[in-house]
């Protein structure tokens, strides 16, 4: 059984997963891909002298406005070090994205040696604003270890105009990831977030499949609050994603074709023979079975709209990622073949 634990004081009312997703669709497209990393220059620092640790939050201007999902914002809540949010610290919401559900603490000793910093580069109307926490370390390594030897670079890219997200993920190291996600089992949990208040209902949309292989990744979970408590936690990523490593959330335009939960509609979700899907959009997807260890099946297509029965008799039993993608994004729904 997965220990649970709270980074962050959080209440949400009881909801199920396919109830919160009903009454909050997801707004973005998620990508993910592999690239270079590199390290902030000549960035503004907005730490002190002083170590952080994980009770720390800062407030970083952008240099102009981004909305995120509805919220206009100019300014980077750092919430704890670990989660962005576009609301302030004097009332208790977090909606934003959250960039890893560990408890970091700056590794330095007497003065500080894991800087947050920022950049703002390009032309008005088309800038990328970058922040950066560098070279971070995990605080129950030194509860548990009395040690901070792991650590993880992490970056924020937020695009004018456009509005698109970006998390990029550099040199990592670590050893004890059932002590630091401790909340998800050792797996890491990296999402949107969308949430009121301490008294209003929210999710967390994390990214599941193997963090080794972009490719594999998509949002396809929610992890549900209730009393200070959780009470549904995905499966979340295997493994950290390795440096050069990069989550892309772009909004969802009005009005645009999209494969998503309301245009797909994959059951049953424990099956033995088959499974079927709904799918509502005019324009062609291809679907792929995939298990959840990352390896493709035999089993690809292209779906129409309509009703598809997809015969799952050459597929051994097990856990299985349903793969759907057309020019305007990408949907998976895990399911169980009996």
């Known amino acids: 059984m997965r220990k649970i634990s709270i980074p962050f004081i959080i209440l949400f009312y009881l909801l199920f997963s396919n109830a919160v997703r009903a009454q909050q669709p997801f707004h973005y497209w998620f990508g993910a891909s592999s690239g270079t990393y590199s390290s902030l220059t000549g960035a503004t620092v907005v730490t002190s002298t002083t170590p952080w640790d994980s009770t720390s939050n800062f407030s970083v201007p952008i240099g102009f406005s981004i909305n995120i999902d509805g919220t206009v914002t100019d300014h ?28 970091l603490i700056d590794r330095g000793s007497g003065s500080s040696s894991s800087p947050i910093s920022y950049t703002v580069s390009g032309t008005p109307g088309s800038q990328i604003f970058k922040l ?30 456009t509005n698109v997200v970006e ?17 998800s089992g050792g797996d890491p949990i990296v999402g949107y977030s969308w949430r009121k208040n ?27 609050f209730s009393s200070y408590a959780i009470t549904h ?13 990069i989550f892309k959330y772009t909004p969802i335009r009005a009005g645009v074709s999209n494969v998503n939960i ?22 062609p997807t291809t679907f792929e079975v995939i298990s959840m260890k990352g390896m493709p099946t035999v089993m690809k297509g292209i779906l129409q709209n309509g009703t598809t029965h997809i015969d799952l008799s050459r597929v051994a039993a097990g856990n299985y990622l349903l793969s ?15």
């Open 76 to 103: 980077v809540y750092l919430h704890r070090v670990h989660a962005f949010c576009v609301d302030t610290f004097t009332i208790p919401i977090l909606h934003g994205f959250q960039l890893i559900n560990a408890a």
């Open 132 to 161: 950066e926490i560098k070279n971070a370390g995990f605080i129950e390594e030194l509860i548990i270890h009395s040690t901070l030897n792991d650590y993880t670079n992490i970056q924020l890219w937020l695009y004018e105009g």
């Open 167 to 183: 998390i990029h993920y550099g040199p990592s190291q670590i050893t004890n990831p059932s002590e630091y996600f401790t909340n």
């Open 198 to 224: 301490l008294t209003g209902s929210g999710t967390l949309y994390s990214v599941d499949g193997p963090a080794s292989n972009p490719a594999l990744l998509a949002v396809d979970d929610s992890m549900v």
């Open 233 to 245: 936690v995905p499966e979340g990523l295997l493994g950290y994603p390795p440096s050069g490593t």
């Open 262 to 283: 309301e245009s797909a509609h994959i059951y049953p979700t424990v099956c033995k023979t088959e499974i079927m899907v709904d799918y509502t959009n005019m324009e």
């Open 324 to 338: 759907l993608q057309n020019s305007s994004g990408k949907f998976v729904q895990k399911f169980i073949k009996l």
